[in-house]
């Protein structure tokens, strides 16, 4: 299967599920009216049919009871979820925008072929990742280009199953909070956030995560001009993620969110 034919089935599975979504909650206005109608009949002191009352009764439990097994069954709704320590409270972000459902399954992509971000392939671009590593990487760069290059470093770290997607995650949150000194830890808490599944999977302990994408970010990420190093940290603090980072003028260059990706956000902020 291609990666436009995996993003169109996920896409008519978001589909199915806003649909059956939007039945639940259309099922549970219906519901509500249906027992405000019951009490009000019950509490106005008149005669009812307790017969007909009986048959509303178990005609509104069998509706209920169908929409809830049919959300039972939506992968939307059995993602693992996170729970941030109390201790790390401190680390967690609220200042940007949070991907909807439906733009979170576009970060399996690679760049070549991202629908979330514009991908500049310029020439000034790759000057500025061949600038900010003093050369270092030129051979890399000019025979298999920037793009290629960035995306490396994490299919080189990572397991295929979750490369593109810290990859993504990673630079989604750092386009919108990269231009403030934040902890490396704060940007690995919210990957187990938003994909604590995926990630989970790989990592089954959140701490390991954290260490290993510390230990990334402190070798290969600061080293190849994706972020920078606001004071070198010590060995807890490299293990933890305890240092500060943001991101370098080549990083800047090298995307941004499409218009389009930037609508698919949800306005509030999942803890």
Same mark, same amino acid.
Request: net charge negative; glycine share 4%.
């Given at each position: 299967?291609?990666?436009?034919? &995996? !993003?169109? *089935?996920?896409?008519?599975? %978001? /589909?199915?599920?806003? &649909? *059956?979504?939007?039945?639940?909650?259309?099922?549970?206005?219906?519901?509500?009216?249906? %027992?405000? /109608?019951?009490?009000?009949?019950?509490?106005?002191? &008149?005669? =009812?049919?307790?017969?007909?009352?009986?048959? $509303?009764?178990?005609?509104?439990?069998? +509706? =209920?009871?169908?929409?809830?097994?049919?959300?039972?069954?939506?992968?939307? %709704?059995?993602?693992? #979820?996170?729970? =941030?320590?109390?201790?790390?409270? $401190?680390?967690?972000?609220? +200042?940007?925008?949070?991907?909807?459902?439906?733009?979170?399954?576009?970060?399996?992509?690679?760049?070549?072929?991202?629908?979330?971000?514009?991908?500049?392939?310029?020439?000034?671009? @790759?000057? *500025?990742?061949?600038?900010?590593?003093?050369?270092?990487?030129?051979? @890399?760069?000019?025979?298999?280009?920037?793009?290629?290059?960035? @995306?490396?470093?994490?299919?080189?770290?990572?397991?295929?199953?979750?490369?593109?997607? =810290?990859?993504?995650?990673?630079?989604?949150?750092?386009?919108?909070?990269?231009?403030?000194?934040?902890?490396? $830890?704060?940007?690995?808490?919210?990957? !187990?956030? #938003?994909?604590?599944?995926?990630?989970?999977?790989?990592?089954?302990?959140?701490?390991?995560?954290?260490?290993?994408?510390?230990?990334?970010?402190?070798?290969?990420? /600061?080293?190849?001009?994706?972020? #920078?190093?606001? /004071? $070198?940290?010590?060995?807890?603090?490299?293990?933890?993620?305890?240092?500060?980072?943001?991101?370098?003028?080549?990083? &800047?260059?090298?995307?941004?969110?499409?218009?389009?990706?930037?609508?698919?956000?949800?306005?509030?902020?999942?803890?």
């Amino acid at each position: 299967m291609t990666i436009k034919e &995996k !993003l169109e *089935q996920k896409q008519r599975l %978001l /589909a199915d599920q806003s &649909k *059956q979504l939007h039945e639940y909650t259309e099922s549970s206005r219906h519901v509500d009216r249906e %027992l405000k /109608a019951l009490h009000k009949a019950l509490t106005s002191g &008149k005669p =009812v049919d307790t017969d007909n009352i009986g048959k $509303r009764i178990v005609a509104i439990a069998e +509706e =209920v009871k169908t929409h809830h097994t049919r959300l039972q069954d939506l992968n939307i %709704l059995r993602e693992t #979820l996170f729970e =941030v320590s109390p201790e790390d409270k $401190r680390f967690a972000l609220k +200042e940007y925008p949070i991907p909807s459902p439906f733009l979170k399954f576009t970060f399996e992509t690679d760049l070549r072929v991202s629908s979330m971000f514009t991908v500049f392939t310029d020439e000034e671009t @790759e000057y *500025q990742f061949t600038r900010i590593t003093g050369g270092a990487f030129d051979e @890399e760069i000019t025979q298999y280009g920037h793009i290629w290059f960035v @995306e490396t470093m994490f299919s080189d770290t990572f397991d295929d199953d979750i490369a593109f997607i =810290v990859m993504n995650a990673f630079f989604w949150i750092l386009y919108f909070m990269g231009d403030t000194w934040l902890p490396v $830890r704060s940007y690995a808490i919210e990957m !187990l956030k #938003l994909f604590p599944k995926a990630i989970l999977e790989q990592y089954p302990i959140p701490e390991d995560f954290i260490e290993a994408f510390s230990r990334f970010t402190r070798r290969i990420l /600061a080293s190849r001009g994706i972020c #920078l190093l606001k /004071a $070198r940290p010590t060995p807890d603090e490299g293990k933890k993620g305890l240092y500060a980072i943001k991101a370098t003028g080549a990083f &800047k260059h090298l995307l941004e969110p499409t218009r389009d990706a930037r609508k698919k956000t949800l306005a509030s902020i999942p803890e």
